[in-house]
Each structure stands twice: as structure tokens, then as C-alpha cells.
């Protein structure tokens, strides 16, 4: 029962840890592989200004390929609807994009992670790669191309070629069609997202040409080229970590008023936000193998007085103190050993279930949890480390047994 | 058979078990002081603000963003004629502005990003979710820009220019009554709009992170819109509907749903749906406490065990002299039962002080949420739940022990030692 109690508690700690190292080294994985070597957003919610004009000055400066402004107003949602049965309609978040310079940022040419969080896969993308209808003020052209995910794609029941009505404002009646912009769907794109438990709400999402979404939104949108922020991708001499540092300081110069993040700021932050949650999941996991190990040094304490007479015995032939005190040590520490290896294959499990468990309740297909071959190390450090302190107290105990006394007690 | 004796007997053991119990119980008060807190805060804070109908312009949840509809004050007044349960309908919307107390910034830390709410304070009925500690929540009842049913010309220099701040906000920017603060839709402060503080307001509904204002609203509908606003006049986010008897809300929330192409919600639906999505914390919650309570019942049974063995003579002995087997199982039930109930008590102080903790670091991990807002409770529910799980571990732990010693042979026991 003693070994099982430490199995169990075990397992508990490496499965909070593994929670904790999870979040952080997804993360961390998704920042490094990001083509982005420089982003720019605003301070606080609203958006920066001027977007198509801002990203093409940015890729003029010599230290710069390529510039891509997209806009993701999250305060806001579209209406979508099917024109083949106006009936069903779905209030999605939505994107904007310059085709041409956002594709630069795709990698293996599909996927693009947003917010460093979680991944989105293009099989198909907008065959109109220029941003035609922000021409003469939004005058231009409309593409009117959509690319949709596919959880509004099941929602609606679309399918690639399908047309359907966008709006940003409640539509009492689709006669008055004036309100509403028919878009044709270029393509259906896969996310992380499962719409389950906190994102359940989630309807999908629907990305567009950029000035085709500030047209749509209206208002300061279009009034002032709104856009959330802007991916910038150095040249390949400038991507050494000294110059992204120097170019980065540059640009802050340049637009106090806005955000500048590095790699390493994003990967700051992360860190910082992760070490929070890490301890309350450490805590949580050591308060659990402390009372596994509270039940180790009683356990080993009723044992070492079974046996009084026997360590007295033994005392009287002529073996040591020393030599007594490590055969219990080593024995309270074998159990701890044991408890620990037995606890690894429920806290594999116990991680993978618990990994499951809130990306359903997040809404995101993702590993939370991060089994690794470190973290088993580090925990099964700590274990034994935590265990041998433990384990010191009874057999400081048998030390304090007199012979005599030891030999008088009979069992 | 004096379990006090027996458990001072043994000291050192009996620590050991108390306080590895009182470590167990302590983990599982904060584990289930979570779901009471999350329930209970959510409920609360949606009961105080006294809005008992939320109406959206569509929308399949109460807590995702609605769209905008537009004539916001026609349908609202519509609303109000024609159903004499409500009191007021309030037509309101709300977006982000940039704000800073000069006109021309280049400092960065000097621009604030804001959430900016406006509304038509003749029209907001008894509201009680907003705190004001000095002024007013605006001076003008009426909304002169948008007098009879128009933008009045479409100047700015017929707006109120009235602002009611968040003390977050007028912390941040050190500014008082009477002060000017500039506005504007972009982080440049391209075309800064002066406002005069009119008043500053605790609202329970601001995070610590969110600074917030309150301005007119069709004030807040130009800056926002500007020209638009004369294609699709009166744009608003959400109608707050007051009532007169809070009981009617599923009935007319009914009939604002029949009547209208919008989307109504009553305050309950809003509190169930936020509920649902904190049920994640809660599940883990109890998984942890569920974990760490067997292993304290397999400490508690274990020690027992250890101890009914150390003490087969006594036990054999106490039978001897006439004591049933009852009342030795008793006794050995009422040792095991004590240990936890120690514990039990320890660990509850223990528990009080890491809920806490636990507390103030959840709502500073979660930024935006309401203040006032607690994730932990520790009420006299979770105080039962967690008194019926010390006795069912004290009692669980017991009966293995407890059966092993009225199972002794007296005269076999007697003889061997």
C-alpha cells in the first residue's frame, strides 16, 4: 500500500508538470519555427493606422523583404450567410490579408501560426494575390475570393465555389441585399480549433483580401486603413539575433506609439507567463508528494520499531550505527525508487488524458502536455532528492537505539 | 482501549498521519472552493448590475461579440411602448479608442488604448452596476448630437464633449474633474477630439488592465463611424432592458425574440454560459482533490493497519476481560476517525490561507475579467463536502484494521506472544 500511495502521488507530480512544460515548449516550438523575425501591433486594442502605406514604406527600407499588415478585429464578428439557403447563417471571426505578402510567411507553403498558439493550414489560397479593391479608396475591384475553415464549412454545409453573403451589421431581411456582399469560397482551410468547451461559441472563421474586410467593417476600418498589426521578415544577412535587436530598437524609434516584438520578446514573454502557472502546478504536485513521502517516514517508523529487537541484535554483534542507519535509509529509499518507476505509466497516461481533457475544454487540438525524456529526469531528480531527505529521518531514529534497551523489549 | 491514549502513544506517527491528512484536506478546500467561487461570482455580479435582458443583433451566445444593428434608440423605444413590463431600454455601444491628456503625442506611454461605452443616460434606467466617486456618469440626460432622429449638422462642435473615466483610467493619466482628455480613433492622435471629465466612476465591471469611458453616444457613434453614420444611422452593439419585475424576464425576453429580428438573453442565461466555460478549472479541481484524498486514505488505512498489529496482545487481552467485538471495532473506528479529524482541522486553516493565494494569483493570470471577481469561495458547502470526505476516509480507513481485530483468536494471540 505504501508503494502505491507514492505511485499515485508520483504520478500526480509528473503529470503537473508535464502540464506546466507543455503550454511553454509548444510555445516556444511555434515562435522558433515562425517565419516572422519582427511583429508590430498596437498598444492596446484599436489597431494601427494607415496600414497599406506603412507596410509598403516598411518593405522599401533596405533591411526589410517583405512587410504584411493583417487585421483580426476580434470585437468584431461577420455575418455569413449561404446563398443557397438563407436560412442557416453563422457569426464567424474573420482576417484580412494581402495575399502577395502574407503567402511569404507560409511554412512548408500551407501553414501560418497564429499568435504563436495555434495553426492554421491552407490547402487552397486566394487566386487574386494583390489587394486590388484598396485602389482609389476602395474603389478597385473587388475579388470578392473568401477562404473559409472548416468548421463553417460543416456549419453551412459549403463547399469550395459555393457563394455566400458577408455583412457586419444585422440584416432583417435578405431582400435588401445592398447590405450585404456576396463572396465566392476560394478555399477551405484547417485549424487547430475544435469549437468545444470554451471556444463551443466558436462558429469559424472566414479570411478575406484586407481592404475588402476594412470596406465590409466600415467605420474606422475604411476611414483610417485599420489594421492589427504587421509581419516583417528581414533579409538573410539581417537575421542574425545582434541586428534583429538593432533593426527592432530602430523601429521603435521610428513608432513609439506602437508594439515592436523580436523573437526573443515573444519568447520573454512567454517565459513569463508560463512561470506563474508553473508554480501553482508545482505546488500542487509537491503538497502531493509530500504526503506520499509523510506516509514513506511513518511507514518506516512503524517498521523500525517492529524490529527494535532486532537492530538491537544486530548493535550487540558488533555491527555499527553507520552501517544500520544506511541499510534504512536505503531501504525508505528503495520504496520511494519503487513508488516512482511504478508511477511513471499512470503519469504517462494521467499526462496524455489531462492533455486531451483541456484541449477540449480549450477548443484547440493540441499538446498540452509534454512528456519528455528531461522532464521525467528532472522530476525523478527531484523525487530521489526529496525522497533521500525524507528518508534520513527514521534511520536517524535507529541510531538512537540503545542496546540494552532494544534487547529488553521483547515482541 | 482509549484511542486518545493509543494515538499519544504513538506521537511521532500520529504527527506524521495528522499532518499528512491536514495536507490532503487543505488541497482539497482550495480544489473545491474554485467551483464555488466561479459560480458564485458570475452569479452575483450579472444579479448586481440590475440589467435583466441583454439584446444582441444575432449571435448564437451571450458571451461572444454581437453584430451591430442599426436605429438602436428607435427599436429600443419601440420596445419600451409596446411592453409595459419594461422600465427602460438603453441602446448601447461600445469600442476602442486611443486617449491622451495632450493633443499632440509622440510618447508612447502617454497614449492609452481605452474601451469607450456610449449611451444615452435619460435612457439607462436603474442600472446599479457602475460606482461613481466623483461627478457624474455624463451631465447632459439628453443626447443633443442626435437630436430628433439626426446628426445634427454632422459637426463635432455640437457634441456635449462630456466624459465620464474609469479611476484605472484617470489613475493612469492623472487627471481629475474639469480636465481635458483627447480622444481619438487612431494611435496617432490624427484627429484628437477634447473632452472635459465630468465625472469618475468604479465600475464593477472593469478589469484592473481595462480602462474605460464614457462618452454620449451618437459622440461615440461619429468618431467611430464618422460619415457612415448617415447611410446606417444609430449603430449599437447591445439594448440593456430594465424591468420592473425581474421575474418577467423569460417572458419578454420571449417576446423581444418573436417581435424582433435580435437575439435576447436574460441575465441567467448570460451567468450559465459564462459558468460553463470555468466548468474546465472545476473538473481538474476535483480530480486533484479526488487523487490526493486516496492517498490520504491509504496513509490513514495503512498506519491503522500498522497499529491494530503492534497491538494484538492489548486487543486480545481487552477481549479476554469481556469487551465485544463491537466495541473494539468501534474503538479502532473512532482512532482512525480522530487522526482525520485532526487533520481535518489543521488542514482547513491551511486551506483558508492557500485559497486565498490561489485566488489573487487566478485573477491576475486572467486579465479582463469583472472586479470583484473571485475564483475562490470557501462556503459552508465546501466546508460540508469537505467534513463528509474527512469522515469517509476516517471511516474507510478504519474498517480494514478494525475487521482484522475482532477477527483475532484470543487464545491463539495470548499463547504466541
Redesign the interface.
Known amino acids: ?2 508503494i ?2 507514492v505511485a ?2 508520483v504520478s ?1 507530480l509528473i503529470s503537473m508538470l508535464s502540464i506546466a512544460e507543455g503550454y511553454r515548449i509548444t510555445s516556444l516550438r511555434n515562435i522558433q519555427k515562425s517565419k516572422e523575425d519582427v511583429l508590430i501591433t ?9 496600414g497599406h502605406n506603412l507596410s509598403t514604406a516598411l518593405r522599401n527600407d533596405v533591411n526589410i523583404t517583405e512587410a504584411s499588415p493583417i487585421l483580426l478585429p ?4 461577420l ?1 455569413v450567410t449561404p446563398l443557397k439557403d438563407e436560412n442557416r ?3 464567424v471571426f474573420s482576417g484580412g490579408i494581402i495575399p502577395k505578402s502574407q503567402e511569404k510567411f507560409l511554412i512548408d507553403g500551407k501553414k501560418l501560426t497564429i499568435f504563436d498558439y495555434f495553426e492554421v493550414e491552407f490547402d487552397d489560397w486566394f487566386p487574386t494575390k494583390e489587394d486590388k479593391h484598396f485602389n482609389n479608396n476602395y474603389t478597385g475591384e473587388w475579388t470578392s475570393e473568401a477562404l473559409i475553415d472548416e468548421i463553417l464549412a460543416s456549419n453551412l454545409g459549403l463547399e469550395v465555389g459555393d457563394k455566400i453573403l458577408i ?4 440584416i ?2 435578405f431582400t435588401n441585399v445592398s447590405e450585404a456582399h456576396v463572396f465566392t469560397v476560394e478555399g477551405i482551410f484547417k485549424t487547430d480549433l475544435k469549437g468545444s ?2 471556444l463551443k ?1 466558436f ?1 469559424g472563421f472566414i479570411v478575406l483580401h484586407l481592404s475588402e474586410l476594412q470596406d465590409i467593417l ?3 476600418y ?3 486603413d ?1 489594421i492589427s498589426g504587421l509581419s516583417l521578415s528581414l533579409t538573410q544577412e539581417k537575421k542574425g539575433s545582434g541586428n534583429v535587436e538593432r533593426i527592432a530598437l530602430d523601429l521603435k524609434e521610428r513608432y ?3 508594439q515592436i516584438l523580436t523573437k526573443k520578446d515573444k519568447i520573454r514573454q512567454v517565459e513569463r507567463e508560463t512561470a ?2 508553473n508554480a ?1 502546478y508545482m505546488a ?1 504536485g509537491i ?2 508528494l ?3 513521502l ?2 514513506v ?3 518506516m ?2 517498521s523500525i ?2 524490529r527494535t529487537n532486532e537492530i538491537g541484535v544486530m548493535r550487540a554483534i558488533g555491527i555499527s550505527r553507520k552501517h544500520i542507519f544506511t541499510q534504512i535509509f536505503l531501504e525508505s529509499l528503495l520504496i520511494v525508487l519503487i513508488g516512482a518507476l511504478i508511477g511513471l505509466l499512470p503519469a504517462y497516461y494521467g499526462s496524455i488524458l ?1 492533455s486531451n ?2 484541449s477540449e ?2 477548443g484547440i487540438d493540441m499538446e498540452f502536455t509534454a512528456f519528455t525524456p528531461e522532464l521525467i529526469a528532472r522530476s525523478m531528480i527531484e523525487i530521489v532528492g526529496i525522497g533521500s531527505l525524507a528518508s534520513l529521518f527514521p534511520a536517524w531514529r535507529t541510531m538512537k537505539i540503545e542496546i540494552v534497551e532494544a534487547l529488553r523489549r521483547v ?1 | 482501549m482509549n484511542p486518545f491514549r493509543n494515538l499519544r502513544r504513538r506521537f511521532s506517527r500520529t504527527a506524521l498521519t495528522t499532518i499528512g491528512i491536514s495536507l490532503a484536506i487543505a488541497l482539497t478546500v482550495i480544489m473545491f472552493s474554485i467551483g464555488e467561487g466561479i459560480k458564485g461570482s458570475v452569479y452575483t455580479l450579472l444579479e448586481e448590475r440590475g440589467i435583466e435582458i441583454y439584446v444582441y443583433g444575432g449571435g448564437q451566445s451571450p458571451i461572444l461579440p454581437g453584430l451591430e444593428f442599426e436605429n438602436g434608440r428607435e427599436i429600443a423605444k419601440s420596445m419600451r411602448e409596446n411592453n409595459s413590463a419594461i422600465r427602460a431600454a438603453s441602446p448601447v455601444l461600445t469600442d476602442f479608442l486611443y486617449c491622451s491628456i495632450l493633443p499632440n503625442v509622440s510618447e508612447r506611454k502617454m497614449i492609452k488604448g481605452i474601451s469607450v461605452t456610449g449611451d444615452v443616460p435619460e435612457l439607462r434606467g436603474e442600472f446599479k452596476g457602475i460606482r461613481i466617486l466623483k461627478g457624474k456618469l455624463l451631465e447632459t440626460e439628453s443626447d443633443p448630437f442626435f437630436a430628433n432622429g439626426s446628426y445634427s449638422a454632422m459637426q463635432p462642435k455640437n457634441f456635449t464633449y462630456e466624459i465620464a473615466v474609469n479611476d484605472v483610467l484617470a489613475e493612469s493619466l492623472k487627471v481629475g474633474l474639469n480636465d481635458t482628455i483627447y480622444l481619438s480613433v487612431d494611435s496617432k492622435l490624427s484627429n484628437p477630439i477634447p473632452f472635459r471629465v465630468v465625472g469618475i466612476y468604479e465600475s464593477s465591471f472593469e478589469s484592473l488592465d481595462v480602462m474605460s469611458a464614457y462618452i454620449h453616444l451618437s459622440e461615440l457613434q461619429y468618431i467611430v463611424k464618422g460619415e457612415e453614420i448617415l447611410k446606417r444611422p444609430d449603430p449599437v452593439n447591445v439594448i440593456f432592458i430594465d424591468l420592473y419585475d425581474e421575474g418577467r424576464a423569460d417572458d419578454v425576453k420571449e417576446w423581444i425574440n418573436e417581435h424582433y429580428s435580435l437575439k435576447a438573453y436574460t441575465y441567467n442565461e448570460i451567468s450559465s454560459e459564462v459558468g460553463e466555460i470555468f466548468e474546465s478549472y472545476e473538473t481538474f479541481s476535483i480530480v486533484i482533490a479526488v487523487v490526493t484524498s486516496i492517498v490520504a486514505f491509504l496513509f490513514t488505512a495503512t498506519v491503522m493497519v500498522m497499529a491494530v498489529k503492534e497491538r494484538t496482545i492489548e486487543i486480545a487481552t481487552t477481549r479476554a476481560i469481556g469487551f465485544s467485538r463491537g466495541s473494539v471495532f468501534k474503538s479502532v473506528i473512532l482512532e482512525s476517525l480522530l487522526i482525520c479529524i485532526f487533520g481535518f482541522i489543521i488542514g482547513i486553516f491551511i486551506g483558508l490561507a492557500g485559497s486565498e493565494l490561489l485566488d489573487w494569483y487566478l485573477v491576475e493570470v486572467n486579465q479582463g475579467l469583472p472586479r470583484g471577481f473571485d475564483f475562490t469561495i470557501i462556503t459552508p458547502i465546501v466546508i460540508l463536502e469537505v467534513t463528509g470526505l474527512t469522515v469517509l476516509i476516517g471511516i474507510a480507513s478504519g474498517i480494514l484494521p478494525a475487521y482484522r481485530a475482532i477477527k483475532l483468536n484470543i487464545a491463539e494471540t495470548m499463547k504466541s506472544e
Do not use: C, H
Open positions: 500500500m505504501t502505491i500511495a499515485i502521488s500526480l498596437a498598444v492596446g486594442t484599436a489597431g494601427i493606422s494607415d476580434f470585437d468584431r464578428v455575418s447563417s453563422s457569426l455583412s457586419s451589421v444585422s432583417f431581411d468547451g470554451v461559441i462558429q466600415g467605420g474606422k475604411k476611414d483610417y485599420m513609439p506609439y506602437y506563474m502557472s501553482v500542487i503538497v502531493a509530500i504526503i506520499g509523510l506516509f517516514i511513518s511507514i517508523l512503524m520499531f517492529e489531462i481533457f483541456i475544454s480549450y515482541r
